[in-house]
């Protein structure tokens, strides 16, 4: 059985329980961050330690813990669960205990999930996935704060369409990420993505790194009419690392079929997690 961290105890994960008067349940306030391991390594752990910091700041959550103390408590809970070959790694930070049932008390609880890393089905990274957009906007884009109710709202509407993802477009018609993702697209051979109103993603920046030395990368504002300008679009994120994308709505890219120039970032992608030994 897998192990977590709860509140300062490692305990099965049949019996991680929190008190029903914690902010997360009763207000959905809190934050998490979410990762993978390679080689049992976590990747880029101290990045989404980062960026957990960054997300609880932006919702005015006090973390009550150092990066340092974060850090050592997953490489515990890690090594906890030393039977999972490869882990997926939550790291959740709740709002903890309140008097009047919304005003918090700074008392957050740290939350450390370590589970079996997903796999998803070969055939979407062979043949492509589709996806459908959305009209919708995270609220503080930039911080992964535990209330995914668009998220949830979007993917049982791609879900209702074989879609795998869903892709906000805000008040202006601009695409701006997954509902766990972010996106990129190629047009006339330069890769494009947003910058603005997202979660920067962790794979997205070592995809713009990777990407840097092969293509002119350009981050502005990508249009929901530019998509059918687009050869290539794919998706990224730690769960889901680079998925290539044929269709968008009722719109099929590159032929149907996964391009040329996404294969060769999922294949750069690929060598750098194989190598990764931080
Ligand atoms: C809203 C949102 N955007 C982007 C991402 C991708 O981020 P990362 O690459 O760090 O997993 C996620 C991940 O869950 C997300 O929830």
């Not at 903890?96 to 070969?122: A, H, S, Y």
């Not at 494009?192 to 840097?212: D, F, Y």
């Not at 502005?220 to 690392?241: A, G, P, T």
């Amino acid at each position: 059985m897998n192990i977590f961290y709860v509140d300062g105890e490692f305990v099965p994960e049949t019996r991680a329980v929190i008190p029903v008067n914690d902010l997360v349940l009763l207000r959905g306030y809190g934050v998490f961050d979410f990762l993978r391991t390679y080689k049992r390594k976590p990747f880029y752990l101290k990045e989404h330690i980062k960026r957990l910091e960054s997300s609880a700041k932006l919702i005015g959550l006090c973390l009550g813990f150092s990066q340092q103390e974060i850090f050592d408590i997953v490489i515990k809970t890690l090594a906890k669960n030393d039977k999972l070959q490869e882990a997926n790694i939550r790291i959740l930070v709740t709002g903890g205990m309140t008097i009047d049932f919304i005003t918090p008390q700074n008392k957050p609880r740290l939350i450390v999930m370590v589970t079996p890393v997903t796999v998803f089905p070969e055939q979407l990274y062979t043949h492509g996935a589709a996806v459908v957009t959305t009209y919708d906007e995270r609220y503080i884009p930039g911080s992964k704060s535990i209330n995914y109710i668009p998220g949830i709202l979007a993917l049982n509407r791609a879900c209702k369409q074989d879609a795998v993802e869903s892709i906000y477009i805000d008040r202006y018609g601009r695409l701006l990420e997954g509902t766990t993702s972010n996106f990129f697209g190629f047009m006339d051979n330069k890769l494009i993505t947003p910058g603005k109103s997202i979660l920067h993603g962790i794979t997205r920046q070592v995809v713009l790194n990777l990407a840097e030395k092969e293509f002119d990368i350009e981050i502005r504002d990508v249009y929901k009419e530019e998509i059918r300008l687009m050869n290539e679009f794919f998706i990224c994120s730690s769960n889901k690392e680079i998925m290539p994308v044929v269709r968008v709505d009722d719109l099929v890219l590159s032929n149907g079929r996964p391009g040329e120039q996404t294969c060769r970032i999922m294949q750069m992608f690929k060598q750098y997690t194989c190598d990764y030994n931080q």
